[in-house]
């Protein structure tokens, strides 16, 4: 089975640009996370959705921050502008809905960014 | 005081011996705890869950829980260079919905 596919993996990009981040979870899943990870904060949660609504969004650390899940197998997480201190490695991850309160999250294998 | 917290390591341990990971948690509404592993590049995965005191086990790691002590721990026995990751320990505040919080990680190194 096709775990939690993430595009693209890599993303080098300069100061002032637009970053389209793209998921696609596992069929089935109807909860979506996006997760950041950075050498200082650590796996910090962005935003997650149940069956495509926005639940909480309270980690998007400011309005350049942007996440949008138009149906059940796709989430986009747009950065507009980027800046450097942007730069991470941004994690998708779904859960089943009869695991999504045991902790069972399956993640994507993460988009890489760097901001110049 | 951050929510979740984990000694940052690295724990270094002989290939053999028993590794202890610990992680401490803040708020105490906190239901269920979980273990994920991450290696060097790529993504967490589950390893182990606990949601009641006391020790649950799974072939060679056993995760503890002590909810008065605001403790997860998680035991690896007969380490092995293979289980050299970072170990994430991660928190559900159910009565937050699905917010996972995790916790900084802790390097394990094991040494053949």
């Known amino acids: 089975d096709a775990g939690v596919i993430q595009s693209p993996r890599h993303e080098v990009t300069e100061m002032g640009q637009e970053v389209t981040l793209r998921c696609k979870p596992i069929?089935?899943?109807?909860?979506l996370f996006w997760y950041r990870q950075t050498m200082m904060r650590g796996l910090e949660l962005l935003i997650y959705f149940n069956n495509n609504v926005p639940i909480d969004d309270s980690g998007m650390p400011e309005d350049r921050f942007s996440a949008k899940m138009p149906n059940a197998s796709f989430s986009t997480l747009k950065i507009q502008p980027s800046e450097p201190r942007d730069s991470a490695v941004y994690f998708c991850?779904?859960?089943?809905?009869?695991?999504?309160?045991?902790?069972?999250?399956?993640f994507g294998e993460g988009s890489r960014l760097t901001v110049l | 005081q951050k929510e979740v917290e984990q000694n940052s390591g690295p724990l270094s341990v002989p290939e053999g011996a028993i590794a202890s990971l610990n992680c401490t948690y803040s708020d105490r509404v906190s239901q269920s705890f979980f273990w994920y592993r991450q290696y060097s590049g790529k993504s967490p995965e589950l390893i182990m869950s606990i949601y009641s005191n006391g020790d649950k086990e799974d072939g060679r790691f056993t995760a503890q829980l002590n909810k008065a002590s605001q403790y997860v721990s998680l035991l690896i026995r007969d380490s092995q260079p293979s289980d050299s990751a970072t170990y994430l320990c991660a928190v559900n505040r159910r009565n937050y919905g699905q917010n996972f919080v995790f916790g900084p990680g802790t390097r394990l190194s094991v040494l053949p």
């Open positions: 069929s089935g899943h109807n909860s």
């Open positions: 991850a779904s859960s089943l809905p009869s695991t999504a309160n045991t902790g069972e999250l399956f």
